[in-house]
């Protein structure tokens, strides 16, 4: 099991961090910070490089914490609520990722959900300070305050009379 949970952990965590360089620089095939910035403006938030910073070090911090299993319940946090803004984005297009749906934000976010309910194994951070590896209650908080955390982020820096983004092929 605790083998298992390292692989999730790194697989999930190492492609959010990554999904967030990308965001805030030209490493990883990214766009640079000009580029984030413009993806926030097609999808109508606003906030222009601060908003694309913020999305950007919001995934490399949570999906480094996912990939060490330190911190866990913070890092699975983060993780649902960027993937939560992802998933608010890309509703409009329906569930598969073919059509630019969020069918890949729900994984992630499911994902960090099962890690905050399971702890991350004995191969983590977490474990090597001795700090409790499941605990229900921090699980439920990390999906409430990072979905809620989403939710808010998108009420606030949403402009709902900025015109609708093309279809386009995209990441969360």
């Known amino acids: ?18 999904h967030g360089v990308q965001k805030v620089s030209f490493l ?10 413009e993806e926030f403006r097609r999808d109508g938030f606003r906030g222009g490089a601060l908003t694309a910073l913020a999305a950007g070090a919001g ?32 509703w409009p297009h329906g569930l598969w990722v073919q059509h630019d749906g969020y069918e890949y934000p729900l994984v ?38 990072g979905a809620a955390g989403g939710l808010a982020v998108r009420a606030l820096l949403h402009d709902p009379a900025a015109p609708a983004a093309p279809d386009r092929p995209g990441s969360p």
């Open 28 to 37: 990883l095939g990214g766009s640079g910070l000009a580029g984030g910035t």
């Open 1 to 18: 099991m605790d083998t298992g949970l390292l692989l999730l952990r790194l697989l999930a965590g190492l492609l959010i961090a990554a």
């Open 59 to 90: 995934q490399i911090g949570s999906g480094l914490l996912l990939a060490a299993g330190a911190l866990t319940p913070l890092g699975a946090a983060g993780a649902i609520g960027v993937m939560t803004v992802a998933l608010t984005v890309k």
């Open 108 to 145: 992630l976010i499911g994902i960090a959900t099962g890690l905050a309910l399971t702890g991350p194994g004995r191969f983590s951070v977490d474990h090597a300070l001795g700090l409790p590896l499941r605990i229900g209650w921090t699980a439920a908080a990390a999906l409430v305050v």
